[in-house]
């Protein structure tokens, strides 16, 4: 059984890593402002989907953090795990990094918003495989 608490570290990583891709939007999005997203239930879905995806890598890197040795190397995974990032939300149909930061940082002020994609990546977590 998943606890709540999994849930509210899923919705604390998707605010982390939003930042960590957010430098992406800045530089695709004209004069670094990111998209207005009209909000549907199908992004939200798609936002907990992307999420979920980026907690994953997120925790691959953690682990793998642990035993780089140098500034290099550590600067080649964080490359790495930007690019990995990229890549997992461009994957997910209906939602785009500019939107997934837009929603990321909306999510920050709109309680409703942040309830809606809390409940939606808490559905995917207990989602019978």
């Given at each position: 059984?998943?606890?709540?608490?999994?849930?509210?570290?899923?919705?604390?990583?998707?605010?982390?890593?939003?930042?960590?891709?957010?430098?992406?939007?800045?530089?695709?999005?004209?004069?670094?402002?990111?998209?207005?997203v009209e909000i549907t239930e199908e992004k939200i879905d798609a936002f907990a989907e992307a999420t979920l995806a980026?907690?994953?890598?997120?925790?691959?890197?953690?682990?793998?953090?642990?035993?780089?040795?140098?500034?290099?190397?550590?600067?080649?995974?964080?490359?790495?795990?930007?690019?990995?990032?990229?890549?997992?939300?461009?994957?997910?149909?209906?939602?785009?990094?500019?939107?997934?930061?837009?929603?990321?940082?909306?999510?920050?002020?709109?309680?409703?918003?942040?309830?809606?994609?809390?409940?939606?990546?808490?559905?995917?977590?207990?989602?019978?495989?």
């Amino acid at each position: 059984m998943i606890k709540r608490w999994q849930v509210v570290r899923a919705a604390l990583i998707a605010g982390f890593i939003s930042f960590g891709i957010a430098a992406h939007a800045q530089e695709t999005a004209p004069g670094g402002a990111l998209p207005e997203v009209e909000i549907t239930e199908e992004k939200i879905d798609a936002f907990a989907e992307a999420t979920l995806a980026l907690s994953e890598i997120n925790r691959a890197y953690e682990e793998q953090a642990a035993d780089v040795g140098t500034e290099e190397q550590r600067e080649q995974l964080m490359m790495a795990v930007n690019v990995a990032m990229l890549d997992a939300v461009e994957r997910v149909e209906g939602i785009s990094v500019d939107e997934y930061n837009a929603m990321a940082v909306a999510a920050q002020s709109d309680v409703e918003l942040n309830g809606a994609i809390t409940e939606a990546i808490e559905a995917r977590i207990t989602m019978p495989q």
